[in-house]
């Protein structure tokens, strides 16, 4: 039996759309056991009852727009999220899942799971989906803002040891994210990562990828800082849903192609189906010593319940040995 | 009459596209004389003779792909961009257009055109069409892969004028482009910029803007160094690019999305039309002591005439004087 901590209280749409997704995730896996912390009283509103689930009381609930995560956590340990991570921590579950403030599992990981032995920084790590459905990871989106070029290596070893295990891709490739295809281009840091990742015996390199070929080059996972993986996910984001609204106020604006809206909604509506970051359920807080999958914030029950078999997933491909391993090996080179 | 040096020679589709672009822009504006620089022959295949326009023969083309530009400077300097450069440098021309390579022109501009007294940095400085046909200025936008937070104020003053004298807008709103809105967020140069743009009286400073609301914000500059800059043109583009894609397949795999998309045809033109860089016509080289625009490598004569437009408009509100008076005021401050 898996067992998963789960933060049933963070999230835009919480309790509810989490316990929902609880619900959901329990009726479709029958090999995991849920830990659920958060407000009993509010949970059990929504819960399904099962054996399968037990639900951990707790008082606090860690706000979206949280300024200060380090002082919440140093002054008061009753957050949902914290509890949950903490479960994993004193070894109670294998995995832990919430779609609180990004930020605050990011703490919430490092200074409660503690990073991997070896890992000099911890990273976001999202899957991002193209048009046609296939993802691709990308780290650091967002942990870090300063950077050093061996932590892109450090990301790329894990990222590769993720791609392998839980999109069973044989020889993940790596592509660094810069501003030119060519070796040389970048900043002083990219251009050393470079030389970095070129050079590693564990990482199939394939080489600079510029944000415009992102969703068609053929690579699997994609390194760079924090800063930049967090403008480069977030302009795409902001394009497409421009794109998006685009389009729906053409379509608004005539008759003829309110008609050609109809026809193509299926033609929209697969679009939307396979880039839907929903269908993936979270990012992944790795460089830690433990599966956090941190769901988005606006979640809801499906999105949750997607959650919940990544970081099942995660936990069932025994992800954290591989990934201690690896980063043993690369520090031991 | 306003005399603009023209490199007929760089771009993907030289010199036909370019030499057309000139005749288009001759018929259009009346108050304009070409100085079209490179090869004579080729030029004249394609040009409408005109007493507005003069040939100045070169024999060397400066290669898209074009990898050490300053070394091509020190060694030959026949080649057309250069030689339409030097032009402007040697007060035959009010402004300098060229299709060439990017890097080319940032350092043509620099070593020949010199940086403005004062600016310790020169900017790329394209203008990005939302989907409504409102454009924001985005700078820098690949000249420097590293930066200083003063130099991002340089680029706001700049910008600010532009926005002023090409675009109108009163009180040109100026964004610093971050991974979060809040004060305080981003790498350390990016919150040492903050406090200068906030601080500065020359500067109507918003915020932060993420790249997510790039295109919705209420803002006409946004700041930020050539790498990130980058990244986010090249991921906007790619993520548009990308679901422009993903539409055009589905519109052919269905019967009924054939004909939705035969209805919206209309819907789809008037949003390319509104979201065309071709209408702008080129992004601006900022910083340097003369007016140069570097139009898109893959323009046509449309476009192409679009860059001399604003070239010529650049030049008939004589926005060197104002950057010099603007740049000068901000460092004797």
Redesign the interface.
Known sequence: MIRLAVDAMGGDHAPIEMVKGVNLAIEKFDDIEIHLFGDENEINKYLTPSPRVKIFHTTHVLDMGV?DPIKELRSNPEYSMFKAIKHVKDGNADAVLTSGPTQGAVVGGTLILRRIKGMKRVAICPFIP???GRMRILLDS?AN??FRPEHLLDFAVVASIISKSYFKVENPKVGL?N?GA?PGK???EDIEAYELLKNNPQINFYGNV???????SDVDVLVTD???G???M??????????????K???Y??F??K??????????K??KR??NPDVVGGAIIVGIEGILVKAHGSSDAFAFSNGIRLARELAKEDIMSKVRVAIEALHNE
């Not at 977030?234 to 389009?247: M, P, R, T």
């Not at 008609?259 to 929209?268: D, Q």
């Open positions: 300024e193209d048009f046609e967002g803002v300063e994210v501003i060519e970048g900043r002083a510029e944000p415009k070929e992102m969703l068609t924090g800063f930049t967090n403008i480069l977030k302009s795409y984001e902001g394009a497409v849903k421009a794109f998006s609204d685009a389009i106020k053409e379509v604006s005539s003829k192609a008609m050609g809206g109809l026809l193509m909604k299926n033609a929209f697969n679009i396979k880039a």
